[in-house]
């Protein structure tokens, strides 16, 4: 099973995490509806899915520094608005 893993091209099991991180989502969505937790949940998700976007597609550990840090600050920000925006409905 571990060598079937290494013949598969990194960017396609990236690919695959981030559907499975997408239905996840939804089915968390789907099965606990308007939870108070769930919106912490979901962004967790989301900072991990533009994580794996931000190495993997856009490579940016091989970024300038500073390209590094802004990135990682606006997939920050989004999962926080997340949250802050979820606060704010109630």
Same mark, same amino acid.
């Given at each position: 099973m571990n060598h079937l893993i290494?013949?598969?091209?990194?960017p396609v099991l990236?690919?695959?995490a981030l559907l499975a991180l997408s239905f996840t989502g939804l089915l968390l969505g789907e099965?606990?509806?308007h939870r108070p937790w769930l919106p912490l949940l979901v &962004? &967790?998700?989301?900072?991990?899915k533009g994580s794996l976007v931000a190495h993997y597609f856009i490579e940016?550990?091989?970024a300038h520094p500073f390209v590094r840090?802004?990135?990682?600050?606006?997939? &920050?920000v989004v999962p926080l608005a997340l949250v802050i925006s979820a606060g704010l409905g109630k």
């Open positions: 290494r013949t598969i091209p990194r990236t690919w695959l099965w606990f509806g &962004a &967790a998700i989301i900072w991990v940016s550990h091989t840090w802004l990135l990682r600050v606006f997939i &920050a």
